[in-house]
């Protein structure tokens, strides 16, 4: 999956807050040290040390916050758009189909 930086990676200083507006779907990576992250409507604290990531999964505000000393962190949005779930059945498959290509072919071969 093709992926670029929302943000390049940006120094937090201990306390200091990084703030996503509408980040659902955004990746935090934790470049350097360790930083915690709280979303709208989410009662988790997620803690994400050096070389560890989180992806977004609730609409509205996400706050980063540098947990225990400097962190280094960067955004990734993905260039793709998000995926719809997608049911595909076979039945269904069948009854869009025209009449012509439903019918089964029955060849006889002659021996020779």
Do not use: H
């Not at 093709?2 to 200083?13: D, E, K």
């Not at 560890?52 to 540098?66: I, S």
């Amino acid at each position: 999956m093709r992926t670029r930086f929302a943000i390049r990676p940006l120094r937090l200083n201990t306390g200091e807050l990084l703030n996503i507006s509408d980040g659902e779907g955004c990746t935090v990576l934790c470049l350097e040290g360790c930083a915690w992250i709280t979303q709208s409507d989410d009662q988790r604290d997620i803690v994400v040390n050096a070389g560890e990531a989180f992806v977004l999964d609730k609409p509205g505000v996400a706050l980063v916050c540098a947990a225990a000393g400097p962190a280094v962190v960067a955004v990734e949005v993905s260039l793709l758009p998000p995926l719809s779930s997608y049911r595909w059945d076979m039945r269904n498959a069948a009854r869009t189909l025209p009449a012509s290509s439903t019918r089964v072919c029955n060849r006889q071969t002659s021996a020779p």
